[in-house]
């Protein structure tokens, strides 16, 4: 192995912050995604499967945003 070569214990473990704000950004691009499209979204709402068009997730995180 070459000295340059870095081994497991060497990689940096993100903190939770940081996955978290990629795991919402990704999911973020995601809706935007299908709703450019015009596709809906499968989730799981109220112990069942639902498919919801994505931009009506996307208006409804935009004022669960605002609440905050």
Do not use: C
């Not at 000295?3 to 993100?14: C, E, F, G, L, Y």
């Not at 935007?32 to 499967?49: D, E, P, S, Y």
Request: aromatic share 2%.
């Amino acid at each position: 192995m070459s000295s340059n070569a870095k081994t497991v214990q060497d990689a940096k473990i993100p903190d939770d912050r940081t996955v978290t704000r990629a795991l919402r950004n990704a999911v973020r691009e995601a809706l935007r995604t299908h709703a450019l499209l015009g596709h809906h979204v499968i989730i799981w709402r109220n112990g069942k499967i639902a498919r919801v068009p994505a931009k009506s997730l996307i208006k409804a995180n935009a004022k669960s945003r605002k609440r905050r």
